[in-house]
């Protein structure tokens, strides 16, 4: 009885345990069939927005070193390199699993997380002319066509993300580089405004007249307010304001035409209806 073995009964001593910081842990709810994001690399065109989603995927379960280099087999101790090859197979498997049936082709062969990684890198993360043109037409092409504020918010806000990744200049923080970034929000603006549909033509105007422009965030919480006045069937704010004056020059009309016809009746001579005398009416008889 006291010389009885302390190990666990599956035979596993405590040199195999796996804590929840170690990157060989993998959590029970992931597996090699677990999709952890939702889109899928198709090719140069969302390379860069497919790198930021599944590495900040893979960071969060603390399996980024899979694939940026940081864990290898090498480094794991003899005890622990059946728990290594099991999690690198899961992050094989994530991977293959986030790219098109296209590509999946060409890298199903590779065994190892960060060679199928790499080989990613050096195949997609390409900024050719093509793609270029392709992302600046999409941009200059996209318009609201009935979708939510939102939505064609984000849709237009994504692609300035992916053009500017790939046209990325020098940071400087002379007089010229902040000229060239006023420039950029500029023509954001323009392109925002300019993809809105015909409902938006007034509030549109109202920004176009302010000065300073706003930035294309400060353009689309006005335009947020506006589709929300309109969506619940009040007068929006540019209607309102015209009603205000509509109904203050109907007013003074009306009191112009009143005073006038006042004293269209001062040059008349009046008289009594029950007496016949001039100069007052039935009413003063």
Request: hydrophobic fraction near 30%.
């Amino acid at each position: 009885m006291t010389g009885g073995s302390t190990d666990p009964p599956n035979g596993s001593g405590k040199d195999d345990q796996i804590n929840f910081d170690d990157p060989l842990y993998i959590h029970h709810s992931d597996n090699a069939v677990t999709s952890i994001i939702t889109i899928k690399l198709t090719g140069n065109e969302n390379f860069r927005l497919w790198r930021s989603s599944i590495s900040r995927a893979l960071n969060a379960r603390n399996n980024l070193g899979f694939v940026d280099g940081t864990c290898k087999q090498s480094s794991v101790d003899e005890s622990k390199k059946t728990k290594w090859d099991r999690a690198n197979v899961v992050v094989c498997s994530w991977l293959l699993s986030s790219i098109s049936d296209s590509i999946y082709q060409s890298q199903a062969y590779f065994e190892v997380a960060e060679d199928i990684w790499k080989n990613l890198f050096e195949t997609y993360n390409k900024s050719d002319g093509f793609v270029v043109f392709n992302i600046h037409q999409q941009i200059n092409s996209l318009k609201q066509n009935g979708t939510s504020l939102s939505d064609y918010f984000n849709k237009l806000d994504s692609l300035w993300k992916e053009f500017d990744g790939l046209t990325s200049l020098t940071e400087y923080t002379c007089d010229a580089s902040i000229k060239l970034k006023d420039h950029s929000n500029l023509m954001k603006l323009m392109q925002f405004l300019s993809g809105h549909d015909d409902s938006y033509s007034q509030v549109k105007s109202h920004i176009l007249l302010m000065d300073p422009l706003p930035n294309v965030k400060t353009a689309f919480s006005i335009v947020s307010r506006e589709e929300s006045l309109q969506r619940n069937g009040s007068l929006t704010s540019l209607q309102a304001f015209q009603s205000v004056n509509k109904s203050q020059s109907s007013a003074f009309n009306s009191k112009f035409n009143n005073k006038t016809n006042v004293n269209k009746n001062k040059g008349q001579i009046v008289q009594c209806k029950n007496c016949g005398i001039k100069v007052h009416t039935i009413e003063k008889c």
